[in-house]
């Protein structure tokens, strides 16, 4: 049996995907939570200085979306071939290009130039991506990609409360597809049962 051990700060984040992707396919994994007063000690422990890291029975393996990647060919939840592989990698890498954005923003100091970065988020980018995003769910059945269960929902499902929290909003609201989607994610036992036992943070 493989052994994961997951690194990651105590938020949501990035790591929260991996999370769900290791609850959904019931494997046993290690959640260790860096405190953000620890992190300069840590990160020189890490790869390229950067978090999540997943440890598969001993090695460290480093990126998000390759991490989640897989995991989702391990848990059959990358399609049935290469080109349904490619979609549901563009909706995952799309929502990770949304939430980086975000997170510009989030991490911004200059409060000028930060009012500046919310004021394009609220008024075209969120609009833009929330929109096509929606669509494309209600295009595929409730799901990103062929009526089904990809990584690219859970991925969505995971990052969406990150999104929520630094905007410190429910920008999903207009959503109804996205909104579906995410309670149709959370409601997968496994999903269900790791968020209720899993530490509540803002973001």
Known sequence: MRTYKLTYFNIVGLGGPIRFLLSYGGVEFEDIRIERSNWPEAKPKTPF????TLEIDGKVYYQT????????????????????????DAAANTVHDLRKMVSLYFFEQDSAEKAKKKETLVTTTLP??????????KKNGGYFHGGELSY?????????????????????????????????????????????KSPKTDY
Request: aromatic residues 12%.
């Open 49 to 52: 200085g950067q978090v999540p």
């Open 65 to 88: 979306l390759p991490i989640c990647r897989y995991l989702a060919k391990q848990f059959n939840l990358l399609g049935k071939s290469d080109l349904d592989a490619l979609e549901i």
């Open 128 to 137: 833009f991506y929330l929109k096509r995003l929606d669509d494309t769910v």
């Open 152 to 196: 690219a929902d859970l991925f969505f499902a995971a990052v969406q409360h990150n999104i929520k929290g630094f905007m410190k909003n429910d920008v999903f609201e207009d959503y109804p597809n996205l909104k579906q989607l995410i309670d149709n994610v959370h409601a997968l036992p496994r999903i269900a049962a790791w968020l209720a």
